[in-house]
């Protein structure tokens, strides 16, 4: 916990890189639409979410209620904090930068 009112509180969230390969439209749909509310789209069934613990756990939790295991493909990757900043963009490729927010 912060105590302290001038330092801000640590950002204890992680970014992931989720990606899917699902072969029925109506649960790609869905998934769409589901990853849509965790993160931002890098590609058509790829996207870079910044997640807490608590959060990853309630996507994960979501997504198998979703997905046919037999059919489906979904794959969540963790990007550590030194690793991220190494990834390479080419074309028109962007990182996806969570916004800063400031309490006021």
């Known amino acids: 916990m ?3 009112p ?3 509180p640590r950002d204890r969230r992680r970014w992931f890189v ?5 072969p029925n439209t109506k649960r790609r ?8 509310g965790y993160g931002r789209r890098a590609q058509f069934s790829v996207f870079e979410c910044h997640l ?7 996507l994960r939790e979501r997504l198998e209620k979703i997905i046919e295991p ?6 969540i ?3 550590c904090a030194n690793c991220r900043p190494k990834a390479r963009y080419l ?5 996806h930068e969570q916004e800063p927010f400031r309490i006021v």
Not at 70 to 75: E, I, L, P, S
Not at 91 to 95: I, L, S, T, W
């Open 2 to 4: 912060n105590l302290d």
């Open 6 to 8: 001038l330092r801000p």
């Open 18 to 22: 989720v990606c899917y390969d699902i």
């Open 29 to 36: 749909t869905r998934i769409m639409k589901l990853l849509e």
């Open 52 to 58: 807490s613990d608590k959060s990853l756990r309630e």
């Open 70 to 75: 037999a059919q489906d493909d979904v794959r």
């Open 77 to 79: 990757y963790h990007f």
């Open 91 to 95: 074309g028109k490729a962007k990182r």
